[in-house]
């Protein structure tokens, strides 16, 4: 069984930073994908960022310039880095990773809560 367990959410202010970690435990040979998602109230859950075992990154453009994603492969750890957060990036932040367990299988986070005030 795989878990995957958030970390790093909360309130701040608006130019403020924070940092969410995802860490996925269990019988995990390997990671392809780690994104992170987010879902705001009353909206569809949109991709924010995502990162291959590579080392590619991709970004959604409102958060371009601001947010860097992360990971550390041997943990099985990605991080969100947040920078310059607007009232707008509230919302719960999800991980999602691909992970092979034999098969390849797509995991959720629990999510996270990120709210920042104007």
């Known amino acids: 069984q795989v878990q995957l367990v958030e970390s790093g959410g909360g309130l701040v202010q608006a130019g403020g930073s924070l940092r969410l970690s995802c860490a996925a435990s269990g019988n995990i040979f390997g990671t392809k994908s780690m994104d992170w998602y987010r879902q705001a109230p009353g909206k569809q859950r949109e991709l924010v960022a995502s990162s291959t075992s590579g080392g590619s990154t991709n970004y959604a453009d409102s958060v371009k310039g601001r947010f860097t994603i992360s990971r550390d492969n041997a943990k099985n750890t990605v991080y969100l880095q947040m920078n310059s957060l607007k009232p707008e990036d509230t919302a719960v932040y999800y991980c999602?990773?691909?992970?092979?367990?034999?098969?390849?299988?797509?995991?959720w986070g629990q999510g996270t809560q990120v709210t920042v005030s104007s």
């Open positions: 999602n990773v691909r992970a092979f367990v034999g098969t390849w299988v797509n995991y």
